[in-house]
């Protein structure tokens, strides 16, 4: 399937996640704490009662028989108070603290996955399923909170309580220390390192499956017109129903190997209080130990069920965490090379596309077929084509969201990779074809653009693009939230707003991509009027389908992007004259 | 009470409940193995700690060395050992029946999806309904294969303890179920608190997901306007500011499962201090005096199991609570009833010369009243039928009912005994797999040759021959190595392979480039050569001039009906 695990893959894997958490060790070391705390706590409570019982016992049965026995009845007494409440106690502050803990991390490990996002290449945020890949990420991100809670602070509890609980015994009975430390040794082994490695593959390719199922099932429900009228359907349930079987197989295995493991830890406890109990009798008897005191340790031992127990099911299950590393670090790899050129001129700029072809990986086509074109400062070219003939791409790789591979462009003569992202952004101004607009009011989405831009500026902005007077209507004005995705807009309006984000900023290039879809005619008309005056003074590239009417008029400049591969000369100019009005 | 709560917590309430607590008893032989797994391995504990208090009172009483407790010791061994057997047993059951429930769930949504069809489709999102089928399936793992067995085992196991911990010391029991008021009481009290904190948590982390998702959706935006590290800073401080604020619910919400800590806690200790005191002789009445050291260590240590079930329970309610989220979406998409005459076609009388034929044929949409019909169509064998029309005027919704994927309102709609039908629209049907798997999965049992040939009048012959691995070649997940154009030309070659004698086609040129729709309109011509029917639904003037007649359709009506 992939490279095979090794330690030193889950190192360079996990390590980046790990140093992340590192950052907060104190609160870690805290919450642990805690934990051990509790586990001690249940730990007390038991062997105390056991001693008291053992010993109220003794003494009784002395002063029944007429005998005089003394026994301190208040220690132990409140020694098993104290450890009723303070089990309770730090259980529930344990829980509290650690909870806020992995809240945290939370938005620890989403700030640095959002940094990446930023950081990286573009080439996959273009790509087709672009969404259904992030959605995948944020969940791997939260596989990767549970990181701390199941895989990190358990077996360290359990470690401690081991090592507080042979401490114990050997305190009491020296030659059982060997033996329990060796045994709880080898159970701790056993229990996290032996069930990680058992439930690896299957763990880690679960989580693949599930993937898998997911893709083909949207593959399906897509395609259902097609599947049913070929009679096809049943076929393809098949195929999905052999990817769930993969999936249940998987799973089966898994709860094999956790099943095992609970077993486990449950005999390995066992074990170990019989074998204390083992070493205590004899003791007894020799008189090295009192009886309260024999029926303690044993009692003791029961109580490392609170570190143990925890432990199988976790590390069961460490392939999916192991997985979800391995896929959100291979957003780092696609890190961009950054340049560090940061002065362009203000103004407009000139843009020279210089034999430009992009292919996605993958792929059996070119997304762009190679185009040329050149474009003096405040002039505007129109780029043609039907979809698919890779007008989005070139916006990607003029913006600098993707890595130019063939060709170059070059800003103002800079080539653009050389030019550092802030300087590339604010140079550039870009209109996508699909519209981002966020579950925030109308000011933020606007001031996106231009964080400083005073609410006056902001109306300008949406007076430019003909929204101000819906905008103004509006009980909440622009404090209005614009819900997911901006669902509370109809396409219309969100292109607009997009155009009225884009007028706030000033860059020196504007790429528009299908800037008036979705309009009507009036409207398109009334946009394009209030954009002139921000247009003018900027060099602009229009990319518009063949058939759109605002294709190249007479007298402006345009590109057709051909689209199939050999299929034609992919590349025809309009010879018209270079003149820039429009 | 007991039953009446158990009722309430598994099957009352919502019809999402009674949809889940349905479907898991369905799986109750499995699950019920599961429980009587867990209920003996509990026994088994019980009888591992009557052991070990008859050996310490053996070693202490009766001044017996290892040898005199070595048949004890094996004993405790030996049920060591049946526990950890049956724990795998009841593991192994549980996993067992919740596969089972879960492959169960699935076929149910899929025949259901399936019966709703591909219109009825077209208003969910595809992705999450995938998600649907996939996650939320798998969330009701948790609440078969724990919860509904721990919630058996909640009534088995403490019952036993108190029974034999009565025998023992009545009082010690009273004490028990006095500390415990009524494990039913407890059980909702956990129950209210955890859900209160499902709830709220719930909400919570999902506002905060759906913050993070939705500023991730739109990177390619934040990265264009260099707003990336801004914004970086706000979803860190978004994701700290629902920490602050979820942990003053959590507050309230731990309480809960403090309470039965605490419970469990004080428990132990009270009897402990009652077992001591009476064995002491200091509590002159009742059972107390009877009190002998094994009666006094057995209570003690049957003490934390009597409460260790409801604590394990208490870690379940969280699976529970995602079970129910999940049925909850599950069953709004099961609720909505299929369109039960779109497989029951009429039969035509005269199929020597007809295809197909709708008499008074209408269809309505909810929210948009009547978009067809009502109207009449025969399509006899051979037809080239155009139909084309301004956008909104029923030209797709006449197609789907002549392919019967939805159901006609009014009206008939006859089909010959032979009908089968091949289908084209501007979204092909791709799936993750080689380029012969996508061809064979509506044609079985092609040959590479015949695929080869289907694709070579596609006009992807050139195409693939050039590719090293030919019809092996890969063509990812959702087609991603296809460009729009090269998807629809593999639809063709499907229609090509296919000997359906009629072939419906859904605007199948839109926003294509000029070279890929000559290449369709080239194959339409052969198929309609071939002696295949044609119904083409498009905008495109060379398309509609194929025709040998045009129908022009206009709010749902025929306009005019003209043979060439």
């Not at chain 1, 005191?293 to 299950?317: D, H, I, K, N, R």
Request: charge should be negative; charged fraction near 20%.
């Amino acid at each position: 399937m992939r490279e095979s695990v090794t330690l030193v893959h889950i190192r360079t894997q996990l390590g980046p996640w790990l140093d992340l958490h590192m950052q907060r060790r104190g609160r870690l070391l805290v919450g642990m704490l805690l934990m051990l705390l509790t586990a001690l706590s249940a730990l007390g409570l038991l062997a105390v009662s056991g001693w008291f019982i053992t010993a109220s016992a003794l003494t009784g049965a002395v002063l029944a028989m007429g005998g005089t026995a003394m026994l301190d009845v208040y220690t132990p007494g409140g020694a098993i108070r104290l450890f009723a409440v303070s089990r309770t106690v730090s259980r529930y502050i344990e829980r509290l603290y650690n909870h806020d803990t992995i809240l945290r991390l939370l938005a620890d490990l989403r700030g640095r996955l959002f940094d990446a996002l930023v950081r990286m290449d573009g080439e996959r945020l273009s790509g087709r399923r672009a969404s259904d890949w992030l959605n995948r990420l944020t969940a791997d991100i939260d596989t990767l909170d549970a990181l701390y809670l199941r895989l990190l602070a358990p077996p360290l509890v359990a470690l401690l309580l081991s090592i507080a609980l042979v401490a114990l015994v050997g305190f009491w009975v020296p030659e059982a220390a060997l033996w329990l430390g060796l045994a709880l040794g080898v159970s701790w082994c056993w229990l996290t390192l032996g069930q990680a490695r058992l439930g690896l593959t299957a763990s880690r390719r679960r989580v693949q499956t599930l993937e898998e199922l997911r893709s083909a099932t949207m593959e399906t429900l897509r395609g259902l017109a097609e599947l049913e009228a070929y009679e096809a359907l049943v076929r393809r349930r098949e195929q999905l129903e052999g990817i769930e079987q993969r999936l249940l197989r998987d799973q089966w295995r898994l709860s094999i190997v956790a099943g095992i493991g609970n077993a486990l830890a449950a005999t390995a406890i066992g074990l170990c209080w019989v074998m204390v109990l083992v070493f205590a009798i004899p003791a007894f008897q020799a008189g090295a130990v009192s009886a309260p005191v024999m029926v303690m340790l044993p009692l003791a031992a029961m109580a490392l069920s609170e570190g143990l127990t925890p432990l199988p099911a976790a590390f069961t299950q460490f392939g999916a965490s192991l997985a979800a590393a391995e896929r959100l670090n291979q957003i780092d790899e696609c890190r961009s090379d950054e340049g560090h050129i940061s002065d362009l001129p203000n103004g407009p700029l000139a843009l020279s596309v210089e034999a430009v072809a992009h292919r996605y990986p993958g792929a059996m086509f070119q997304a762009l077929e190679e185009v040329s074109l050149t474009l003096e400062p405040g002039q505007r070219v129109a780029v043609s084509g039907p979809s698919g003939a890779g007008k989005s791409t070139l916006l990607a790789l003029i913006s600098g969201q993707m890595a130019v591979q063939q060709g170059r462009i070059l800003l103002a003569g800079h080539d653009i990779a050389s030019l550092s992202p802030q300087c590339l952004s604010s140079a550039v101004g870009c209109l996508t074809q699909q519209v981002d607009l966020f579950d925030a009011r109308i000011a933020d989405n606007l001031w996106i653009a231009d964080p400083e831009a005073s609410e006056q500026r902001l109306w300008q902005a949406l007076e430019a693009v003909d929204l101000a007077d819906w905008a103004a209507s509006l009980e909440e004005g622009l404090a209005t939230r614009l819900g997911e995705g901006g669902r509370q807009l109809s396409g219309g309006q969100a292109r607009r707003m997009a155009l009225a984000r884009l007028w706030l900023s000033d860059p020196g290039l504007v790429v528009l991509d299908e800037p008036f879809a979705g309009l009507d005619a009036d409207t398109a008309e009334r946009v394009r009027h209030g954009l002139e005056d921000w247009l003018a003074g900027r060099s602009v590239v229009y990319l518009v389908h063949e058939h759109d009417p605002s294709r190249p008029k007479p007298g402006m400049q345009g590109v057709t992007l051909g689209l199939e591969l050999g299929l034609q000369d992919p590349l025809a100019w309009h010879d018209e004259a270079e003149s820039v009005t429009m | 009470m007991e039953a009446a709560i158990t009722d309430r917590a598994t099957s009352g309430g919502s019809p999402a409940r009674r949809w889940l607590s349905r479907r898991t008893a369905e799986q109750s032989h499995w699950l019920n193995l599961a429980v009587l797994c867990g209920g003996l391995a509990g026994l088994a504990t019980v009888g591992q700690l009557v052991l070990l208090a008859g050996l310490i009172d053996v070693v202490i009483r009766k001044d017996g060395g290892v040898a005199a407790v070595w048949p004890w010791l094996m004993g405790i061994l030996l049920l060591l050992g049946v526990r950890a057997l049956l724990s795998i047993a009841q593991e192994l059951a549980a996993q067992r029946g919740s596969q089972r429930l879960r492959q169960r769930v699935r076929r149910e949504v899929l025949d259901h999806l399936a019966a709703l069809g591909p219109v009825r489709l077209t208003q969910y999102h595809t992705a999450s309904l995938a998600h649907q089928w996939v996650e939320q399936v798998e969330a009701l793992d948790g609440y078969a294969a724990r919860f509904w067995v721990q919630m058996r085992l909640v009534a088995l196991v403490p019952l036993v303890i108190l029974v034999l911990v009565a025998w023992q010391d009545w009082l010690a029991a009273i004490l028990l179920a006095l500390t415990a008021p009524l494990i039913p009481l407890f059980m909702a009290l956990v129950g209210m608190g955890a859900e209160a904190l499902n709830r709220e948590q719930f909400v919570a982390v999902a506002r905060l997901s759906a913050h993070f998702v939705d500023r991730v959706r739109g990177i390619t935006t934040l990265r264009l306007f260099g707003a990336g590290p801004r914004a970086t800073v706000e979803v860190v401080a978004a994701a700290d500011d629902y920490r602050r604020r979820s942990l003053r619910t959590l507050r309230l919400a731990f309480l809960s499962s403090a309470v039965l800590e605490f419970f469990s806690s004080v428990a132990i200790a009270v009897v402990a201090i009652y077992i001591g005191f009476g064995l002491l002789g200091d509590i002159p009445f009742g059972p107390a005096q009877d009190l002998t050291l094994f009666s006094g260590l057995l209570i003690l240590l049957l003490a934390p199991e009597f409460f260790q079930p409801l604590r394990t329970l208490s870690l379940f309610y969280h699976d529970r609570a995602s079970a129910l989220a999940a049925s909850d979406g599950l069953c709004e998409l099961l609720a909505e009833t299929p369109d039960e005459r779109r497989h029951v076609p009429d039969r035509l009388v005269d199929d020597a010369h007809l295809l197909l034929s709708l008499q008074g044929v209408t269809l309505d949409h909810s929210g948009r009243g009547r978009v067809l019909g009502p109207i009449d169509l025969v399509i006899p064998r051979g037809d080239v039928l155009a139909i084309s029309g301004p956008s909104g005027s029923g030209k797709s919704s006449l197609l789907q009912v002549l392919a019967g994927f939805v159901g006609a309102g009014e009206g008939r709609r006859l089909v010959a005994h032979d009908l089968a039908f091949a289908w084209m629209d501007q979204r092909p049907l791709l799936i993750h797999g080689s380029l012969a798997d996508n061809l064979a999965l509506t044609a079985p049992d092609a040959d590479d040759c015949r695929m080869m040939a289907a694709l070579e009048r596609a006009g992807l012959g050139a195409l693939v021959r050039a590719l090293p691995e030919g019809l092996e070649t890969s063509i990812g997940e959702g087609g991603r190595g296809l460009s729009g154009g090269q998807a629809q030309r593999l639809a063709l070659a499907r229609i090509f392979l296919s000997n359906a004698p009629l072939v419906l086609l859904d605007e199948p040129t839109a926003s294509l480039d000029a070279v890929t729709e000559g290449i369709l309109i080239e194959g339409f011509r052969e198929l309609a050569a071939e002696g295949r029917t044609l119904v083409i639904a498009t905008h495109h003037p060379a398309l509609m001039a194929m025709g040998n007649r045009q129908l022009i359709m206009d709010a749902g009506r025929e306009v005019t009906c003209a043979n060439q």
